[in-house]
């Protein structure tokens, strides 16, 4: 089995059995950027290949708050399958992931297909529709800690979304009010314009980075625009929900 392969085995097998694995760049200095998404891409066919469909991508790290957490400053995509669909208002079990974190997000529904370099408005022409959501994210890392080529070959940490109502893009979703509660705390803030300034620079660059790697966002798929604010740690017995002005609420709880 070559390298990338090998890797890509074992990122599939840490998400499997929730068990961390050491990061690739330490001992492989040479790991470039290109190889991580080859290995994401190797990963995500071996959960294919198992019957998962794919639905879509996500964005990462494309909030100023992300990046700070992580301590990286690129903005990264994943790919998404329907195994990690969460039903809104449902439980999700705390056992099934390594240390999950959430992450408000604002989600987009295509009703045509981008890819390559394209504008906003012809962005905004392709969504269908937009929802509050949720994403939780489980880096397959010991310790939450990876560099920007690891966290790439790792899926960018997708593990789970959760979706909420959807809406007429129509409206101006360039700056809405994002709170983010647990247990009817209000744990972080944040404006949608976080994302890039405008959640649909998000789908703009998703379009060109999708292209890049000889794929197209399609009809019918969801895109992630990325976390809000930082991602706080789930626990079990949490009740975890993320209001947006004018798109609604969306929540799950956290079991054992
Ligand atoms: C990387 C994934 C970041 C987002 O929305 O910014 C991400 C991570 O923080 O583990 O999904
Ligand atoms: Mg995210």
């Known amino acids: 089995m070559d390298r990338l392969s090998r890797y890509s085995e074992i990122l ?5 059995e929730a068990k961390a ?3 690739i760049t ?6 470039t ?5 080859q290995v994401q891409k190797l990963s995500v066919d071996r959960r294919l290949s198992r019957g998962e469909q794919r639905i879509g991508v996500k964005m990462g790290l ?19 399958t329907d195994a990690m669909l969460v039903e809104e208002g449902s439980g999700l079990s705390r056992a099934r992931y390594v240390h999950p974190r959430v992450e408000p997000e604002i989600a987009f529904l295509m009703k045509a297909p981008l890819a390559g370099k394209v504008t906003p408005a012809a962005a905004l022409a392709a969504v269908e529709a937009i929802a509050p959501a949720m994403e939780i994210i489980d880096s397959r890392y010991e310790n939450f800690k990876f560099a920007l080529e690891d966290v790439i070959a790792d899926n960018t940490s997708s593990s789970g979304l959760v979706l909420g109502s959807w809406h007429d893009p129509r409206i101006d979703f360039s ?3 994002v709170i983010l509660e647990i247990d009817g705390d209000v744990v972080q803030v944040g404006s949608t314009a976080a994302i890039l300034g405008h959640p649909l620079r998000s789908l703009v660059a998703a379009a060109r980075l999708v292209a890049e790697a000889g794929e197209r966002i ?5 895109v992630m625009a990325g976390g809000i604010t930082a991602a706080p740690n789930l626990a079990p017995g949490q ?18």
């Open 62 to 80: 494309t909030s100023r708050a992300k990046m700070l957490q992580v301590g990286v400053e690129e903005v990264a995509w994943g790919r998404l």
């Open 175 to 177: 700056n809405l009010g």
């Open 33 to 37: 950027v290109a190889e991580a998404y």
């Open 239 to 256: 009740t975890v929900r993320t209001t947006i002005q004018d798109l609604g609420a969306v929540m799950f709880q956290v079991e054992a």
């Open 21 to 23: 694995t050491p990061q």
């Open 218 to 222: 399609n009809a019918g798929d969801i």
């Open 26 to 31: 330490p001992v492989d200095a040479a790991f």
């Open 12 to 16: 599939d097998t840490a998400a499997r």
